[in-house]
């Protein structure tokens, strides 16, 4: 079983900033493209950032996130700055193999953006 181990949620002001992080075994990460999803009550999951040989953002986090990939420490971040109230979410960060397409998942992060 694929484990994700994330970290770095909480409660952030508006314009503020935060790294969430996930970390993952050597094997894993190797040959995983890596991604991070976001969920909030009543509506599907959706994706925020991925990253293979190059990263890929929704339009909405555009110029606000970066996910970059430290293949050293089996990590990949989310670097959210300039965050907004509607970036209130679960974060859930994922494995997707790229051999076969299976998918896995971290346990999600709760990220509270609120005055």
């Known amino acids: 079983q694929v484990q994700l181990v994330e970290s770095g949620g909480g409660l952030v002001q508006p314009g503020g900033s935060l790294r969430l992080s996930c970390a993952t075994s050597?094997?894993?990460?190797?040959?995983?493209?890596m991604g991070w999803y976001r969920q909030t009550p009543g509506k599907e999951r959706e994706l925020v950032a991925t990253?293979?040989?190059?990263?890929n953002y929704a339009d909405y986090v555009k110029g606000r996130f970066t996910i970059p990939r430290d293949n050293t420490k089996n990590t990949v971040y989310l670097q959210m700055n300039s965050l907004k109230p509607e970036d209130t979410a679960v974060y859930y960060c994922?494995?997707?193999?790229?051999?076969?397409?299976?998918?896995?998942w971290g346990q999600g992060t709760q990220v509270t953006v609120s005055s």
């Open positions: 050597a094997s894993i990460f190797s040959i995983s493209a």
């Open positions: 990253i293979t040989d190059r990263s």
């Open positions: 994922n494995a997707r193999n790229i051999y076969t397409l299976i998918d896995s």
